[in-house]
């Protein structure tokens, strides 16, 4: 009888024992990724990708004559010449990652690998404008000269294009890659091994994703705030 009391004992003994060997390894594991998160936080908003564009604009115009006639519609071309322009613009985009609202949420840990969900990167376009220098335009001796408001109207189509053509410039991968590069070596200080971490968005982003990723804040008539 003493013998099974002294069984149950250890028994007892060994539970109590593995139950807290598994609450410390959850509150160290959760102590963890708190300190993780909080140094990421530190890195606040990181500029991860920048690049220059030029982008030409090209336009031209006839002088038409509209109206209508006996209720019919009529555009005639006046032989006043083709007005033509070309216009160089160029623009700064910068890519950024804005941890200010980093949480456990963005963690994912899987026994000793780690994956980062980077919050959605943000686009900067700044500091456009019209390289006046290099407008090549060509003006018949009947036609008027482009005015300052039709010039912004085509930098403005400038911006717009490019903003288009985001997708095909890398600059949201560059984000990514380059903000692995400055958080893989802090989570490395943590004790996981570089092939053991992944660094990602949560989703790839299209076309019709690239207007909601604009930082609108950073652009004011295409000039820099």
């Given amino acids: 009888m003493r013998r099974f009391t002294h069984i149950i004992i250890f028994i007892y003994i060994l539970l109590i024992s ?3 060997n598994k609450t410390e390894q959850k509150m160290e594991s959760f102590d963890t990724i708190q300190s993780m998160v909080m140094q990421i936080q530190k890195c606040s908003r990181l500029y991860s990708s920048e690049c220059q564009v030029r982008k030409i604009i090209s336009h031209d115009d ?9 209720n019919q519609k009529f555009s005639i071309d006046l032989p006043f010449g083709i007005r033509k322009i070309a216009i160089p613009i160029d623009a700064t985009l910068k890519a950024y ?13 899987s026994g000793n690998r780690i994956e980062i969900l980077l919050p959605d990167p943000k686009i900067m376009l700044t500091a456009t404008h019209i390289d006046r220098k290099e407008v090549k335009q060509h003006i018949p001796i009947l ?4 005015t300052d408001e039709e010039l912004t109207s085509y930098e403005r ?5 490019i ?14 890659v380059n903000a692995a590069r400055i958080l893989i070596p802090l989570i490395e200080q943590m004790g996981y091994p570089k092939e053991n971490v992944k660094i990602t968005f949560r989703r790839k982003f299209t076309v019709s994703d690239i207007p909601a990723l604009i930082d609108n ?3 004011e008539n295409g000039k820099k705030k």
């Fill in 217 to 219: 804040s950073t652009i």
């Fill in 18 to 20: 593995c139950s807290g």
């Fill in 143 to 146: 036609r008027s000269n482009f």
């Fill in 157 to 161: 189509m400038g911006r717009d294009s």
């Fill in 163 to 176: 903003i288009k053509a985001i997708p095909q410039l890398d600059i949201i991968e560059n984000a990514r």
């Fill in 62 to 70: 006839n002088k038409k004559l509209t109206g209508t006639f006996m």
């Fill in 97 to 109: 990652v804005d941890f200010a609202d980093f949480s456990e949420k963005n963690v994912k840990k």
